[in-house]
């Protein structure tokens, strides 16, 4: 079809170069976003005098029913169209016929395109906002039922001392958290309407951005036309965004993968989450949390191909941008899928409550707490750590936990042991003793658990 553009040339396109430019197979995501936009640059121009109100009624019921019909699947959006743009227009003026071709009048495909990416853009980060919401409710459920419920704490994936079931989980809920609050500077930082800017040097029309703007559900206009057009800031600092939720959700997914492990039996993973082996019968493989960290690398890749394509262009705008949607596009849905079966898999997850405090006991979690104790019969913390960690050896070798031993075996390693070291260093006592807020015990971390439901039920 000619090209919108064409009244300049006298060539045709080279067809490998149409298709090389064109963009239509990935930007007719746009199209809600298009519709949207064209019907309040319409409704402005008519308010300003340029349309008449026919012309503008005209426009939005075409608008509208093209809208319809695609939705209804009784128009295809085809490849014979260069993008998004061109097949609204074209499709606009084949059905209204001269009030069609005024639409476009103080408007260029420029500010078009950075319209229909921020109105995009501002979607899906209400979007994936949303999921994690929800995916933070999950994890405030599964705290609040695992106050008690006792397990190793690690570092360097060594067992380092106990915590709760509820106080591991909720350090995922603060990173999500924050999560959400970097989508939230991201939706203020970007709610600017650039509709307007023109190609890079606004128009001569007497337009009324301000009205646009509210019209869109924008903050108000941008305020310089070549860095409306070519800013896509938003889109970096989106995918910045998503890379971070998906490094978190891959932290977990790890952590998911291990504890499902033989070696350690933490969790059971419901079947509709797992798949199994094709050859080996007895296996159950995590292959749900294993794919979500697998695309993390798929998410990553998306941010620094827009950071690469932008570092070396000039103002203002240039076709380069057009990268900035396809890999945009596929990171986003990688991440609502990731979030939402992630949920999934952790609604329906079983832990295993007594094979967690069993790894506690086994191990030597309460050797911190060991060494305390001495402190308070007066013994030098370095030498109560030295004695401890003799005591740990000695345990290795009888292969029992510090909780196994006898008095009488205690004494012989430390005269300072008396009978009250076994109820000083149960894992009960370990925990609830810590009891500063932010800490594993039951009382600090009911009174987080109320601070995370204050926080959903208001954000």
């Not at 019907?39 to 121009?45: K, S």
């Not at 026919?54 to 014979?80: F, N």
């Not at 408007?107 to 853009?121: E, P």
Request: overall charge negative.
């Amino acid at each position: 079809m000619a090209q919108l553009w064409g009244g300049r040339f006298t060539g045709k396109t080279d067809e490998l170069v149409y298709e090389f430019n064109a963009s239509v197979s990935f930007d007719k995501r746009f199209f809600g976003q298009d519709i949207e936009g064209s019907i309040a640059h319409a409704v402005m121009l008519e308010k300003q005098g340029i349309l008449t109100k026919k012309e503008k009624d005209d426009i939005v019921k075409g608008l509208t029913g093209i809208r319809e019909d695609v939705e209804k699947g009784l128009l295809q959006i085809t490849g014979e169209y260069e993008d998004i743009h061109s097949f609204v227009e074209a499709s606009l003026i084949e059905r209204i016929g001269e009030a069609g071709k005024k639409l476009h009048t103080g408007r260029s495909r420029n500010d078009q395109v950075a319209l229909d990416m921020r109105l995009y853009t501002r979607q899906e980060v209400l979007c994936v906002d949303g999921l994690i919401k929800e995916l933070l409710q999950t994890l405030l459920q599964i705290m609040t039922e695992n106050t008690e419920t006792y397990m190793p704490g690690f570092t360097h994936l060594q067992k380092a001392q106990p915590v709760t079931l509820a106080h591991h989980v909720g350090a995922y809920f603060e990173m999500f958290k924050r999560d959400r609050l970097r989508l939230k500077d991201i939706y203020g930082r970007m709610n600017y309407c650039p509709l307007g800017a023109g190609a890079l040097a606004g128009t001569t029309y007497p337009l009324d951005r301000n009205y646009t703007a509210s019209m869109l559900g924008f903050e108000g206009p941008t305020l310089n036309s070549m860095d409306s057009v070519s800013d896509r800031d938003y889109v970096i600092e989106f995918l910045s965004a998503l890379s971070t939720i998906m490094m978190h959700l891959s932290r977990f997914c790890e952590e998911i993968i291990i504890w499902n492990s033989n070696e350690y039996r933490f969790v059971e993973i419901d079947d509709s989450y797992a798949t199994g082996s094709s050859i080996m019968p007895q296996k159950k493989n995590p292959d749900i949390a294993e794919l979500i960290r697998g695309k993390t690398g798929r998410v990553y890749g998306a941010l620094m191909s827009i950071l690469t394509t932008m570092k070396g262009i000039p103002l203002a705008y240039n076709k380069d941008m057009q990268e900035d949607k396809e890999l945009t596009f596929d990171a986003i849905d990688t991440v609502k899928g990731s979030l939402a079966l992630f949920d999934g898999m952790m609604k329906t997850i079983k832990f295993n409550r007594s094979m967690m405090e069993k790894s506690a006991v086994k191990g030597f979690t309460n050797a911190t707490d060991a060494a305390d104790y001495l402190v308070g019969k007066g013994v030098p913390f370095r030498d109560a750590h030295g004695i401890i960690g003799r005591l740990v050896l000695y345990c290795i070798d009888k292969e029992c936990s510090i909780d196994d031993l006898s008095i009488e075996e205690l004494k012989s390693i430390s005269p300072a042991f008396e009978e009250d070291i076994y109820e000083k260093i149960s894992l009960k006592t370990c925990v609830e003793k810590r009891l500063t807020l932010g800490a594993p015990g039951a009382a600090a971390m009911r009174e987080v658990i109320r601070i995370e439901k204050e926080y959903l039920d208001n954000n």
